[in-house]
């Protein structure tokens, strides 16, 4: 198909694509003259997955490394659920202190040597936040993300498809990356019923007199 | 404080600092001199929720609209979250097609009134962004992710403090939206702990010899 096709059925702007041939995201069609080129039904999926991808958030650049993974995938779904999670976060500088990290690590089940140290450095990073913020986690309340956590990714971990490395590589490689904008939104919808059966129509009463 | 001192106390440049002045975000310090002026604790607090709500990936626009929320908090925490998730998700414009998502929703306990249109938008958005991709959730994988973000949001709501409207305030802006980026992390950790246990060191056989 031309180009003006491609975008028809991706919904992907015909700019937007060319945008993606010259980063290198998207592979050049078939050339049938000096101007025009035609694309085949690779070229829908992959560009399928690059809108998706950038849709979800992920930078050009991290979207380049994920690529790559679901191209030239490590053996083991293993390595693999590392070289996603690898794309989408910036690299370690070891600079930052890691012992809550790990201590909330060990909660779910780690053990050292069991995750990447960019993976713990993430948590770190995400703790750091919350603290600069002034923000305290309620002890039943981390319980409760630790839990939850471990509950989704036992069962995406135990859904990995094995019947072919590709299937597998896709699984992993994509799943960790789209779901997170669902599951911030889930959690948004769970947080507004939660929040309508406690609060739904009353007043925190002021302490004193306004 | 002058602003140089601002700036070591909270980490952040001093050109980053005028930049938010400029931007509103910051309130005008107290003016000592043409060329002068000192901030407080106030400043200070403000300035650590800010750059806490940037390093989570909030824009300065949706930066504005938390701080407005904080500032001019609604009376109810139920409205108060709505303002929160309000902040951080682009305006609902009423096009897409909410029917998978509200059918999530009720399995967590959704019935109509009781959500934001927005959120639900949301759930859509981040559904359709999957799909694009051509990415199938297996079942026993959304009932995990369902059951997940019900018992965390159930315990974030249940912890919301009531002894103040203000901490009630904080808790509730900051903790919507600061914490995602925590989970994130945290799921990365959990997926790779599940991962070595099923995977670790072992490899995808190919259905035929390669």
Same sequence: chains 1, 2.
């Avoid at 889930?186 to 129509?201: D, Y």
Wanted: aromatic residues 4%; negative net charge.
């Amino acid at each position: 198909m031309r180009i003006s096709e491609l975008s028809t059925q991706t919904e992907v702007p015909v700019a937007t694509i060319k945008y993606y041939l010259r980063e290198g995201l998207l592979p050049e069609g078939e050339r049938t003259s000096p101007t025009q080129a035609t694309y085949g039904s690779e070229h829908e999926q992959r560009l399928r997955v690059i809108r998706a991808l950038i849709g979800a958030g992920v930078t050009v650049a991290e979207t380049r490394k994920v690529l790559d993974a679901l191209d030239d995938p490590p053996a083991s779904p293993h390595d693999l659920l590392g070289a996603a999670h690898a794309a989408v976060m910036p690299p370690a500088d070891g600079q930052i202190d890691t012992v809550d990290a790990e201590r909330l690590a060990r909660d779910l089940g780690w053990q050292p040597g069991l995750c990447d140290e960019q993976v713990l450095a993430g948590v770190a990073r995400a703790l750091q936040g919350v603290e600069r913020a002034g923000f305290r986690i309620p002890d039943a309340v981390m319980a409760a993300y630790l839990e939850s956590v471990r509950t989704l990714a036992q069962a995406e971990i135990a859904n990995v498809p094995t019947e072919s490395p590709e299937a597998a590589v896709r699984y992993v490689v994509l799943g960790s990356v789209l779901i997170e904008p669902l599951l911030l939104a889930l959690r948004r919808v769970a947080e507004q019923v939660a929040s309508a059966e406690r609060f739904g129509g009353t007043v925190v009463e002021p302490e004193s007199a306004p």
